[in-house]
C-alpha cells in the first residue's frame, strides 16, 4: 500500500512540476497553456506522456534557408522586387487589387514572398476533375516531376499515382515523392522499395525510427505540392487517397477546393517544394539548379503571391494575412473550412468585421471527421452569430475547402485551415489571389454551395441539447492542442 501511495504521489509530484514548466519557462500562448495544465492535472501520467510527444518546442530558427533568392544563378530576386515596390514601378494588372497593395508589400518585404502576376489559374472543387488532370500531366511530364502531399493512402488512387510515377522514371523522367511521415504511414516499406527500385526518389518528412514516440509528431508537413517540368503546378486541398473521389461511402462526396497554376508563381511553389524536400531528404547540393526553372512564356494576369508558414518561423505569416484581408474588406467576406477554431485575433477581427456592416458568411461541415475539432469548430461559429456573422453547415458530403474571398476582388486558397493548427504547428502553403475574375469564381463558388447548405441561426444554436453544449465545452477548453 505504500509502495502504491509512493508511486501516485511521485506521479503528481511530476506533474506539477510539468505544469509549472509549462507556465513559467515555456513561452507559449497563455491559451495553450492553460489547456496543457488542464490535461496535466487530469491525465497525470498520460498527460505528462502527451506533454512529451506533442509540446516540443521548435528554437525560431529555420529549418529552411531561402537559398534560391540568394544564388547567383536567380539574383537577388527578393530585393528586386522591394526596389521595385518602393519606386512605386510595380502596378498591378487589376486596378480593383490596387488597394490591397499593403498586403503585397507586408509579404513581400516582412516575409519574403514575391509577387508574380503573369500567371493563369484553373479552380478544381472535384476530385475526379482534379485528378483527372493532375494525371494527365503527369503522363505528358518531359523534365521532372515533384510531389508533396500530406496523405496518401495505399489504395486504388494512391496505387494509380504509384504506376504512373513509376512508368515517368523508368523513361528518364526525374521523379520526387515527398509525403508526411504520419499523412503517410499507410504506405507500405514494399511499395516505397518498388519505387525507388524503379528509379523513383522518396523522402519521407519528420520520419522517426520509433512511430508510436516520435517527437515531433504535433508538427505535420500539410502541404499539397505538385510541379511538372517547372512549368505547371497544383496546391489546394485534395490529398491522394480514393475518400477524395467521394469513395468513402461513410463520409460521401468531398468537396474541396485545389488550383493548377502556371506563370512564374510556379518558381515559388517549386521553391517551396525544395525547400521541403532538401530538409527531408538532404538532398540539397543539385536541386536549386536553372533546369528546374525554366522561363515562362506564360502570358496569363494573375497576380499571386505564395505564402507558407509552419511551426519553424517566428511569425504566423499565414494568420496574419488572414487578419489583414478581413480587416481590409469594404463588402464581404467568405470563408470555407472544414475546421473553423480561431485565435483571439482572429475571432476579433471577423468581429469587428460582422459589427462594422460587412457581410460575413462561414462555411463548415455537416458533419465530423475529427469529432473533438468539430466541436470547437461549432462553439466559435456559435459565438460569432450574435454579432451577424452568417454561419452554413454544408449537407451533400464532406467540406474541405480552405478558402477565403474579400470583395469579391482577393482571395486564399491552399492547405491551411482556419484552426491554430495551421497557424502555429502546421507546415502550410497558400495561394494569394490579387485577381476580380479568379476571386469572382471562388464566390460565384460559395454561392453555388449555399443550395447544398443550412443555415445556422441564432434561434437553431440556442436550441441545441445539453450533450451538444458538454461536448462543446470540453472541446473548447482543449481548442489551442487541437
Not at 272 to 287: C, N, T, V
Not at 328 to 357: C, H
Request: include cysteine; charged fraction near 25%.
Amino acid at each position: 500500500m505504500l509502495n502504491i501511495f509512493s508511486s501516485i504521489s511521485i506521479i503528481y509530484f511530476i506533474n506539477i512540476a510539468m505544469a509549472v514548466v509549462v507556465i513559467f519557462l515555456e513561452r507559449k500562448d497563455p491559451t495553450a497553456t492553460l489547456a496543457w495544465v488542464l490535461v496535466l492535472l487530469i491525465f497525470p501520467g498520460f498527460g505528462f506522456l502527451l506533454y512529451l510527444m506533442l509540446s516540443q518546442n521548435f528554437s525560431r530558427k529555420k529549418l529552411f534557408a531561402m537559398k534560391i533568392y540568394t544564388r547567383k544563378t536567380f539574383g537577388d530576386y527578393i530585393k528586386v522586387q522591394q526596389e521595385l515596390f518602393s519606386s512605386g514601378k510595380l502596378v498591378l494588372n487589376d486596378k480593383h487589387a490596387e488597394r490591397f497593395k499593403d498586403l503585397i508589400k507586408m509579404n513581400l518585404f516582412f516575409h519574403g514572398f514575391s509577387y508574380t502576376q503573369n500567371n493563369d489559374v484553373t479552380i478544381y472543387t472535384d476530385g475526379q476533375e482534379k485528378f483527372y488532370e493532375l494525371f494527365r500531366l503527369l503522363e505528358k511530364a518531359q523534365h521532372h516531376i515533384h510531389i508533396e502531399y500530406y496523405i496518401i493512402k495505399n489504395d486504388d488512387l494512391g496505387n494509380k499515382l504509384f504506376e504512373i510515377l513509376k512508368k515517368k522514371a523508368a523513361e528518364g523522367i526525374e521523379v520526387r515523392l515527398l509525403f508526411d511521415s504520419v499523412g503517410g504511414r499507410h504506405v507500405p516499406k514494399e511499395k516505397i522499395k518498388e519505387m525507388t527500385s524503379s528509379g523513383v526518389k522518396v523522402a519521407v518528412f519528420f520520419e522517426s525510427r520509433f512511430p508510436f514516440f516520435n517527437f515531433k509528431i504535433n508538427y505535420r508537413n500539410h502541404r499539397k505540392i505538385v510541379v511538372i517540368d517547372g512549368n505547371a503546378a497544383f496546391i489546394g486541398g485534395f490529398n491522394i487517397g480514393d475518400e477524395y473521389l467521394g469513395l468513402n461511402k461513410k463520409i460521401g462526396y468531398w468537396r474541396d477546393t485545389h488550383l493548377k497554376i502556371t506563370g512564374d508563381a510556379v518558381i515559388d511553389l517549386q521553391t517551396r517544394f525544395f525547400l521541403d524536400w532538401g530538409h527531408a531528404s538532404k538532398e540539397e547540393d543539385l536541386i536549386f539548379l536553372p533546369r528546374y526553372f525554366p522561363d515562362s512564356n506564360n502570358s496569363g494576369a494573375v497576380g499571386i503571391q505564395i505564402i507558407s508558414s509552419g511551426p519553424d518561423t517566428p511569425d504566423q505569416t499565414i494568420k496574419s494575412s488572414y487578419v489583414k484581408m478581413i480587416n481590409s474588406a469594404k463588402e464581404s467576406i467568405l470563408i470555407q473550412t472544414p475546421y473553423f477554431i480561431p485565435d483571439a485575433s482572429v475571432f476579433e477581427s471577423i468581429k469587428i468585421a460582422a459589427m462594422s456592416g460587412v457581410d460575413v458568411k462561414i462555411m463548415i461541415p455537416c458533419k465530423p471527421d475529427h469529432p473533438f475539432v468539430y466541436w470547437a469548430t461549432y462553439w466559435y461559429c456559435g459565438g460569432l452569430l450574435k454579432y451577424g456573422v452568417k454561419v452554413y453547415t454544408y449537407e451533400y458530403g464532406f467540406l474541405h475547402a480552405k478558402t477565403i474571398v474579400i470583395d469579391k476582388v482577393v482571395s486564399s486558397a491552399g492547405t491551411a485551415n482556419f484552426d491554430m493548427r495551421s497557424f502555429k504547428l502546421n507546415f502550410e502553403s497558400n495561394a494569394l489571389i490579387y485577381d476580380q475574375k479568379i476571386s469572382g469564381n471562388l464566390y460565384d463558388i460559395f454561392m453555388e454551395d449555399l443550395n447544398y447548405s443550412m443555415e445556422l441561426t441564432r434561434e437553431l444554436y440556442l436550441e441545441r441539447g445539453v450533450i451538444i453544449r458538454m461536448k462543446e465545452s470540453i472541446c473548447r477548453l482543449l481548442a489551442p492542442l487541437l
